[in-house]
């Protein structure tokens, strides 16, 4: 299959934007705080094998570093150097086994940091770089072998207050500062970001294709997988393929199942590239054409995203988004008869709860379900420029819901899009993904 309609990968970020990220967290947290920050640890899959290594989302929007074993240490205002990593050293017998290391001197070399050394000396170096700071901005309770450590070091410091030493005497969470700092993504994130989408756009039109000629959810999957790594990208998450009645499970990740002709089929997948997530969701049929009350579910869902999205711009709350969506899915469910009484009646008394029971979306980048906060102060966010944010109403109706007609029942849909608020409203990142009745069954009756 050819793969022109995926447009050349952006060039990655550059360590400059590293570098600005950092200063602008150090002048955040003022110059008596200590940062620290340690890499994710690599996890075993079983026996002596591990998973895939996925570097922590924070560590990597600091630094741009995708190694195990290493520690960011950001010390603002030091004269010696303010930003430094503790990494693995180069070790030629290791990387043979595991491949190459960047080691300290790299570091410096190619990522810009000030100053980095050996892992191995953390225990002799870190304490020093603690006195004197009032306050350490830390991930505590994320690995307690860690939170170990720090406070180990620490107790250290405070051993030495006879000699005059200053310990620190306030310990802060680091995600209040710099979470804050990822909701907002730069222009190169979202070329990241942009490019991550087309490809999962690609992988949805190819598996709708494979879904004419394939018999199972798994062979489905594949296709998911196969157009991910043609464009060097992996799953974002556990892709959803789930046929028929499958569909109304709203994590249903098995993907086993053998569908039928007349079944639809949500699929819910994003790709991750160089560390960033795309989030598409889309319901089709897998005979490439929706049966009459498939489409009006279907067109009903559609509408209700359509309706959301439309309402996106700046200084737009967050949940009047999911509120609009609300609001035209219930009218719909009132009309195809689902739902009895007024519109007023069913929206005060969450009745649709039965059949849209999340809310419509959720910020997204470097996490597929991001960092950023959705209410300050009580109140639900303002949306603003940069920020990104799926947008994804569903209806599911399951075998036997009581009180619903049978031709509604075994019915799940849902149509999930990522949108940029732009300085005068949205840009769809993953518009590429057929979605429209006339668009998706035209796409598949061209296989």
Not at 13 to 18: H, L, W
Not at 19 to 42: S, T, V
Request: with cysteine.
């Amino acid at each position: 299959m050819p793969n022109k309609s995926v447009p050349k990968a952006p060039s990655p970020i550059k360590p400059a934007e590293y570098a600005r990220r950092r200063r602008q967290l150090m002048r955040m947290a003022g110059e008596d705080a200590i940062l620290i920050l340690p890499a994710a640890p690599e996890r075993v899959r079983n026996n002596d094998s591990h998973f895939p290594y996925r570097q922590d989302s924070d560590f990597l929007y600091l630094s741009g570093f995708d190694e195990p074993e290493s520690v960011l240490v950001l010390v603002p205002g030091r004269k010696h150097g303010e930003c430094l990593l503790f990494c693995r050293e180069r070790d030629a017998e290791r990387e043979i086994w595991d491949g190459a290391r960047l080691g300290p001197e790299g570091a410096v070399e190619q990522l810009g940091f000030d100053d980095a050394y050996a892992i191995d000396d953390i225990d002799d170096i870190l304490p020093g770089l603690i006195e004197g700071r009032t306050r350490v901005f830390y991930h505590f309770g994320r690995d307690t072998e860690f939170d170990l450590k720090l406070m180990g070091w620490v107790n250290r410091v405070r051993q030495r207050v006879r000699q005059g030493v200053e310990p620190p005497h306030e310990f802060l969470e680091l995600g209040h500062l710099l979470h804050d700092l990822r909701l907002f993504k730069s222009r190169d994130e979202i070329r990241q970001m942009r490019h991550a989408a087309r490809i999962a756009a690609q992988a949805h039109k190819y598996a709708m294709r494979a879904a004419k000629t394939s018999t199972h959810e798994f062979e489905v999957e594949a296709e998911l997988w196969r157009e991910f790594r043609r464009h060097d990208a992996v799953p974002a998450y556990n892709s959803i393929v789930g046929s028929g009645a499958n569909a109304c499970v709203l994590h249903y990740v098995t993907n086993r199942d053998e569908y039928r002709d007349g079944d639809l089929l949500l699929i819910d997948a994003g790709a991750e590239f160089r560390g960033y997530a795309s989030d598409i969701t889309r319901t089709f049929p897998v005979n490439g054409r929706f049966s009459d009350a498939q489409r009006e579910i279907y067109e009903l869902v559609l509408d209700a995203q359509l309706a959301a999205i439309d309402i996106i711009q700046p200084g737009v709350s967050w949940i009047a988004i999911h509120d609009e969506a609300v609001r035209v899915l219930t009218a719909g469910l009132i009309r195809l008869g689902i739902l009895k009484g007024t519109l007023k009646q069913n929206l005060e008394d969450g009745s649709y709860r039965r059949f849209y029971m999340h809310k419509t979306g959720h910020w997204l980048g470097l996490d597929v379900h991001d960092v950023g906060d959705y209410r300050i102060d009580g109140d639900y966010r303002l949306l603003e420029p940069g920020m990104v944010l799926t947008v994804e109403p569903g209806l599911y109706i399951p075998p036997g819901a009581r009180g619903v007609a049978k031709k509604w029942q075994g019915i799940g849909v849902r149509i999930e899009d990522d949108v940029l608020v732009t300085k005068d409203g949205y840009d769809i990142l993953s518009a590429d993904a057929p979605k429209s009745v006339d668009e998706i069954e035209g796409w598949m009756a061209a296989a």
